[in-house]
C-alpha cells in the first residue's frame, strides 16, 4: 500500500527555516518523482518543487528559487524540502506527493498519491 506522511511543519519567524520531511513506503518502482505541494486558504495548490527517484534531478517554482531545497535519501526513502528566507506568503499546507514516471514536472493534476499534510506558517 502506498503511503506518504509529511512531517516538520511548524510556525516560524519570516526569514527562518523549516525543514519538512516525506517518509515514502509501498513502492519499489525503478522510476518515479516525488513532489512537494502547497495550499494556501482560498488558494489552488501549487506545484513547489519536484525530484526524481533515477537521478536525482531536480525542479523548482520560481516563487522558491534560492530558498527552497529539496533532497532525497534513498535508504530511508524519504524526501526533504529544507526552506529557507522563509516569508509569510509561504504560508500554506504543503503537501507531497508521487507520480509513476520519469517525466519531471510540478503539476498537481500529474501526481498519482498523496499524503495529508503538514502546515507551515510563517509569521511574526
Known amino acids: 500500500q502506498v503511503q506518504l506522511v509529511e512531517s516538520g511543519g511548524g510556525l516560524v519567524q519570516p526569514g527562518g527555516s523549516l525543514r519538512l520531511s516525506c517518509a515514502a513506503s509501498?513502492?519499489?518502482?525503478?522510476?518515479?518523482?516525488i513532489g512537494w505541494f502547497r495550499q494556501a486558504p482560498g488558494k489552488e495548490r501549487e506545484g513547489v518543487s519536484c525530484?526524481?527517484?533515477?537521478?536525482?534531478?531536480?525542479y523548482y517554482a520560481d516563487s522558491v528559487k534560492g530558498r527552497f531545497t529539496i533532497s532525497r535519501d534513498n535508504a530511508k526513502n524519504t524526501v526533504y524540502l529544507q526552506m529557507n528566507s522563509l516569508k509569510p506568503e509561504d504560508t500554506a499546507v504543503y503537501y507531497c506527493?508521487?507520480?509513476?514516471?520519469?517525466?519531471?514536472?510540478?503539476?498537481?493534476?500529474?501526481?498519482?498519491?498523496w499524503g495529508r499534510g503538514t502546515q507551515v506558517s510563517v509569521s511574526s
Open positions: 506527493a508521487v507520480k509513476w514516471s520519469a517525466i519531471a514536472t510540478i503539476a498537481p493534476r500529474e501526481y498519482d498519491y
Open positions: 509501498g513502492f519499489t518502482l525503478d522510476y518515479y518523482i
Open positions: 525530484i526524481s527517484s533515477s537521478d536525482g534531478s531536480t
